[in-house]
């Protein structure tokens, strides 16, 4: 069993870097030859709704989603706190569901071991006005205001200016050993050993951290820094390169 991953890719306007990076993870020989295929959220800088223009813009990617999943790969694609509420957009595209979003950790049993999927931020357990945030924009409110009332172009505009400031605030801020700490501190406290592979993302560092005996926490950090993503077969972590 071959499952490869990525988190954190922050694609923000069609073919930009990240973009780039993207479609070479979607391409690259060892993807498209695994049996899972997982997004860990972050993927977007920015998409939120089911908003239609999010299609066209990024129209490529999501016809190399469905190339891997008309191929037999079990597509996993988390969201994050970057994009949220597609759930109404992935079943526009997807009438079948053939590729839906998840808000929520998933546990797969595979080949006899357990692997925890999500994007991660769950772990970020001392971060109380973060987890306060989260919580408020997948609260049933805003949720309805996604889908129902935000007009595509004041989402994105709002969307920017957002993106924008909380880059300037974490460039001062951000010490990538504390926050290495901090989230392994925190996948020991969520998941308690319970789980042999534990796959996310949202911290932006890479890490390989044996938890237990038997209990990995995997993360390929911010992918147009790492330039690298999580490939695992036969139960043997790997971080293959990207360009």
Not at 32 to 41: A, Q
Not at 175 to 180: H, S
Request: overall charge neutral.
């Amino acid at each position: 069993m071959k499952i490869a991953a990525i988190s954190d890719v922050h694609v923000k306007i069609p073919h930009d870097d990240a973009d780039h990076l993207l479609c070479n993870f979607l391409t690259n020989p060892l993807v498209v030859n695994s049996d899972y295929v997982v997004l860990l959220g972050d993927i977007f800088d920015l998409m939120c709704g089911p908003h239609t223009e999010y299609i066209k813009n990024f129209e490529h990617i999501f016809n190399l989603l469905d190339v891997l999943q008309r191929n037999g790969k079990k597509v996993l694609f988390f969201e994050g706190n970057h994009d949220v509420h597609l759930e109404a957009l992935f079943k526009f595209r997807w009438p079948n569901r053939e590729i839906m979003p998840m808000q929520i950790p998933l546990i797969e049993m595979i080949e006899g071991k357990t692997y925890y999927f999500s994007h991660g931020d769950e772990h970020e357990i001392d971060n109380v006005n973060y987890q306060k945030y989260k919580a408020f924009i997948l609260s049933p409110p805003l949720r309805f205001v996604a889908n129902k009332m935000m007009p595509y172009r004041l989402l994105n505009y709002l969307g920017k200016i957002a993106s924008k400031s909380s880059r300037k605030r974490g460039s001062v801020s951000y010490d990538e050993n504390l926050v290495k700490k901090r989230f392994r501190s925190g996948v020991t406290q969520t998941t308690e050993g319970k789980f042999n592979f534990i796959l996310g993302g949202h911290s932006h560092v890479k890490d390989h951290f044996q938890i237990t005996n038997n209990s990995y926490y995997i993360n390929n950090g911010y992918a147009l820094r790492s330039k690298s993503f999580i490939y695992i077969e036969d139960h043997e972590i790997s971080f293959p390169e990207l360009s």
